[in-house]
């Protein structure tokens, strides 16, 4: 798949560094082309099945899948710039919309940030709520104690859930498909306390994870 991520964060570095090891092709674009350049150099010199490149915005226009890997007020933003030229795509939202202090969700209740951000971006477009409550650390690695990360998959699309769930698998993380985008809500709310637990007193380094287990 052609991946484009709009961010050169860590963030975008840690989804990016799990596209490659599967095999697809990242572009990376964000505000500033010279973090995007530098991202896009950084990991070109790893080891790894994908090619990887920076490009301008243009680069949306390629992408099977589009990742905002910005903030939610951002993500909001570029769903609506981008909404018109994105028509069937995939566009993948990550954030999570806390506020300064990790004490609260920034969004009215009973709505999520992927949620807006649909709303932003138009129906044609299938967005999709995924790798918010991983964290970019882990993401490099894959793994947290020889455990490889769950991605949480939520979208109205079921094939547009499939073709993330797809991206997940290759990039050797395990996929849990929750369903509707509604389900964001829950994904962001389990994510504000997993994000504040990490200032807390022996909190975990921003190097935990959040997994099912079944017998």
């Given at each position: 798949?052609?991946?484009?991520?709009?961010?050169?964060?860590?963030?975008?570095?840690?989804?990016?560094?799990?596209?490659?090891?599967?095999?697809?092709?990242?572009?990376?674009?964000?505000?500033?082309?010279?973090?995007?350049?530098?991202?896009?150099?950084?990991?070109?010199?790893?080891?790894?099945?994908?090619?990887?490149?920076?490009?301008?915005?243009?680069?949306?226009?390629?992408?099977?899948?589009?990742?905002?890997?910005?903030?939610?007020?951002?993500?909001?933003?570029?769903?609506?710039?981008?909404?018109?030229?994105?028509?069937?795509?995939?566009?993948?939202?990550?954030?999570?919309?806390?506020?300064?202090?990790?004490?609260?969700?920034?969004?009215?209740?009973?709505?999520?940030?992927?949620?807006?951000?649909?709303?932003?971006?138009?129906?044609?477009?299938?967005?999709?709520?995924?790798f918010n409550t991983t964290f970019a650390t882990t993401l490099v690695s894959g793994q947290v104690g020889g455990t490889p990360?769950?991605?949480?998959?939520?979208?109205?699309?079921?094939?547009?859930?499939?073709?993330?769930?797809?991206?997940?698998?290759?990039?050797?993380?395990?996929?849990?498909?929750?369903?509707?985008?509604?389900?964001?809500?829950?994904?962001?709310?389990?994510?504000?306390?997993?994000?504040?637990?990490?200032?807390?007193?022996?909190?975990?380094?921003?190097?935990?994870?959040?997994?099912?287990?079944?017998?």
């Open positions: 798949m052609k991946i484009t991520l709009v961010g050169a964060g860590n963030m975008a570095r840690g989804i990016a560094t799990r596209a490659l090891a599967g095999g697809h092709d990242v572009t990376i674009t964000a505000k500033d082309p010279v973090k995007a350049g530098q991202l896009a150099d950084e990991l070109r010199g790893q080891e790894h099945g994908g090619r990887v490149s920076a490009a301008d915005e243009s680069a949306v226009d390629q992408a099977d899948i589009v990742i905002l890997a910005v903030p939610f007020a951002a993500a909001r933003q570029l769903a609506a710039s981008y909404g018109p030229r994105l028509d069937g795509k995939v566009l993948m939202d990550i954030s999570n919309p806390v506020d300064a202090s990790l004490d609260a969700l920034v969004v009215a209740p009973g709505t999520s940030a992927a949620e807006r951000i649909a709303e932003a971006a138009g129906p044609r477009v299938r967005v999709v709520k995924a990360l769950d991605v949480f998959v939520a979208g109205d699309d079921e094939a547009a859930r499939k073709e993330v769930a797809d991206l997940v698998v290759s990039g050797a993380l395990n996929p849990v498909d929750v369903g509707a985008l509604k389900h964001a809500r829950a994904l962001e709310g389990f994510q504000l306390l997993h994000m504040a637990l990490q200032i807390r007193e022996g909190g975990h380094g921003w190097a935990s994870t959040i997994k099912i287990v079944a017998p």
